[in-house]
């Protein structure tokens, strides 16, 4: 009774006209995103992430940040179906079979069906989260620093090991994460750490700087080096309706990859990436026809848009009840809350109960206009794709500099901005993914203050953290998913 | 790809060292119950060596990469091939050029205000980045500095500078 009363208030504030205006904005805002190849989801939220200084109200500040997130999933099929060109990463796997459908002439039921999937899997993953967030957000109640350390470290190793990318890199870039997250003064015993005389580094790097820079600009100069150029398939979408045939055949898809999104959204590291990649290996294994992936089956659109829709839902579960982001769209809404003064976790709940149940209520209402956004308007959102890049590069870049000066108003943090640009650049160079880092920046200071506590509180001995029951099942989960996964990529490797 | 991994890796195990020492030597490793300023930092400076030298040994072993790995199959992305890439001291052009540009306009930013500098940075990039026409770059410098002003200035409230010589 206290999910429907708590939702029932989410609503009323979820339906105030500022955060419906913010709801809308940030549904348009994030299809435009995921329409438009070379910008994702994490590197526009972070673009945003100055404006949330702005906001008066942290609640219409993450609800603006969630819609960019769960909007630019329903965007990138678009393009994937239209152009062979995916919008964002969750939507790679929905080109092997849109792409086909669109040169059959079937462009319209491809779109039909991905945005039909994607409001049916986001609004389940809602209610998943509805209803599972609050129970969670209750047992985190009772966790200690040695909890906190463990659930927090546990967290990052998973989004590293179950990102698909390279384990060394991803390690390495979490641990460089840390060390960035450790400049500036060390709040226990007030010696400056790593500043080298640099007044502006005292107070350490700005997370805006740093995720703007490696995530924004990383992506611009990288695309400047290679812009894509794009032929549309087709400019006549036709029937965008489903016919009855393509329904009876989706519609196990649409409910497979829902189910797989969400579970996969949960876990750190999981995401709308994997589970559409994993979707559409499901469906393909278990289809009746499975010579016609690959060729446009609608179970190949339907099924991975489902599960990147569900999976960017879930994914708010550990922010909101556990304060552990999962992947680096999740962080930069997790830095907007601490910009807001707002401590993402457990309490969160009972001591801010409107920005819980309002950003979740959003996201039914954010759903309902995605799916009145995308349907009848997908024509206008490929006229997007005619917007030169020589414009929007130059554009972004200022957006950036000038959104990254505004925080402390010096010139310094434009530096540090190139800095980061130029160190996310060379990150795309070497194929790092650069999520792991800014993950690890983030909970950077909460796991160097729990470790501190813990070995405090045991008097020096890191086996605290195998002696607490939580967190040694903590611990323990990792090390079997790890076993699983380094055991899956040896069958994989060529004997 | 091969060699700038190799180096990379190397460097890095540079950096690992440095911060290792400079954690170990200035900052202080405090004892186990208090661990000091220097402690979190030099385990990073000790794990990053490690994690350095298994890079360096993996990259002794990497195959030349496959075109486009992470677009997935039957999924083009229409990029450019690597080699067409026009470049300046072996850095792709258009990616030097806008980094001088943006470089050039940190500098002028707070030393000429932000309508002067956003202006030149508008012109530099569509005349020597884009080659654009003379007037397609005053029209699209005009417009995108004054509405990013109108923007930042006025509907997000931002104190953006003023040029000091301008009353």
Known sequence: MEVFYGLINGFAIALTPINLLFCFLGAVLG???????????????????????????????????????????????????????????????TCIDGYQMARKGRAGVALGIAAIGSFIAGTVGVIGLTLFAPPIAEFALSFGPPEKFSLALVGLLMAVTLSGASI???????????????????????????????????????FVTLAMGV??????????????????????????????????????????????????????????VISSLVSYAVEKKVSRHPEEFGKGAIEGVAAPESANNAASSSSFIPLLTLGIPGNASIAMIFAALLIKGVTPGPFLLT???????????????????????????????????????????????????????????????????????????????????????????????????SMRQS?????????????????VSLIGIFAVLAIVQAAATLRKSPK | MAKAERTSAVLLVAGGVFVAAYSFHY?????????????????????????????????????????????????????????????????????????????????????????????????GWQMFVEKESLLKTVIITALSATIL???????????????????
Not at chain 1, 377 to 402: D, E
Not at chain 1, 465 to 471: A, H, K, T, W
Not at chain 2, 149 to 167: E, I, K, N, R
């Open chain 1, 351 to 449: 001591e801010h109960p409107d920005i819980f149940w309002g950003v979740i209520a959003s996201m039914y209402l954010g759903n309902v206009m995605l799916l009145v956004l995308n349907l009848p308007l997908v024509g206008v959102w490929v006229q997007l794709l005619r917007v030169p890049y020589g414009i929007l590069a130059p554009v972004v870049l200022l957006f950036t500099a000038i959104g990254s000066y505004s925080i402390q108003n010096q010139a310094f943090d434009i530096y540090a901005l190139i800095g980061f640009g130029i160190f996310g650049y060379m990150l795309r160079k070497l194929r790092f993914e650069p999520g792991p880092l800014v993950l690890a920046f983030v909970l950077g200071p909460m796991i160097e203050a």
């Open chain 1, 168 to 206: 060394i890199k991803g390690l390495i870039l979490m641990v460089i994460g840390l060390l960035l997250a450790s400049v500036g003064i060390d709040p226990i015993s007030g010696k400056t750490r790593f500043s080298f005389g640099v007044i502006e580094l005292q107070s350490g790097f700005d």
């Open chain 2, 27 to 123: 900052l202080k490793l405090g004892m186990m119950i208090s661990p000091g300023a220097g402690f979190l930092p030099f385990l990073c400076g000790i794990t990053i060596i490690i994690l350095g030298a298994l890079w360096l040994l993996t990259a002794w072993h990497v195959k030349p990469p496959a075109a486009n790995p992470k677009a997935g199959e039957g999924c083009e992305t229409g990029a450019i091939p690597d080699e067409d890439v026009p470049r300046i001291w072996g850095l792709p052009r258009k990616m030097l050029l806008g980094l001088v540009v943006l470089i050039a306009y940190g500098w002028l930013f707070e030393r000429i205000g932000y309508f002067l500098s956003t202006c030149l940075f508008m012109f």
């Open chain 1, 455 to 471: 070995l405090l509180m045991s008097g020096g001995s890191f086996l605290i953290f195998l002696e607490r029951p939580i967190s």
């Open chain 1, 215 to 272: 995530f924004g600009l990383g992506e611009i100069f990288y695309n400047l080096e290679s812009a894509a150029k794009a032929e549309i398939v087709t400019t006549r979408v036709g029937q965008i309706w489903p016919r009855k045939k393509d329904w009876v055949r989706s519609r196990w898809a649409m409910l497979r990859g829902t189910l797989i999104g969400f579970f996969i959204g949960i876990i750190p590291g999981g995401g709308a």
């Open chain 2, 149 to 167: 002003y109108v923007l930042f200035q006025y509907l997000l409230g931002f104190q953006l500078p003023s040029c000091a010589w301008l009353p």
């Open chain 1, 31 to 93: 299809t435009a995103v995921g329409v438009l190849p070379g910008l994702g989801p994490a590197a526009t939220i972070a673009l945003l992430l100055p404006i949330a200084y702005t906001i008066a109200s942290p609640v219409t500040a993450i609800i603006l940040m969630a819609g960019i997130f769960y909007g630019s999933m329903y965007g990138g099929s678009t393009t994937s179906i239209l152009l062979n060109l995916p919008g964002e990463a969750a939507s790679v796997v």
